[in-house]
């Protein structure tokens, strides 16, 4: 069974970096054709994908955020981080990482950006 959880801190403040982690289990981070995805959801609003890494290591990022965000990984751990710098009130938000085509999905965490 697949699962993937999401770690890292509630509450960051205005301009500091928001840094989240992945945790796979149940299948490897490599395994061929994957695309390991961050996907937020702010408050009212619908699934906005961030980016991605794949199962050989390259990233892509969406447009509207490509500037401010890194993903990278660690194959060691099973896992994925996604960086995501200058943060703003408006990047509050639940954080879900998934592999959106085999639909595996983590619980979701929730961010809120504030001082």
């Known amino acids: 069974q697949v699962q993937l959880q999401e770690s890292g801190p509630g509450l960051v403040k205005p301009s500091q970096t928001l840094s989240l982690t992945c945790t796979i289990s149940?299948?490897?981070?490599?395994?061929?054709?994957?695309?390991w995805s961050w996907i937020r959801q702010s408050p009212g609003k619908g699934l906005e994908w961030m980016g991605a890494i794949t199962y050989d290591g390259s990233t892509g990022y969406s447009p509207s955020c490509k500037s401010r965000t890194s993903i990278f990984r660690d194959t060691a751990k099973n896992q994925f981080t996604l960086q995501l710098s200058s943060v703003t009130p408006e990047d509050t938000a639940v954080y879900y990482c998934a592999e959106a085509s085999r639909d595996y999905w983590g619980r979701g965490t929730q961010v809120t950006v504030s001082s």
């Open positions: 149940g299948t490897s981070i490599t395994t061929d054709y994957c695309n």
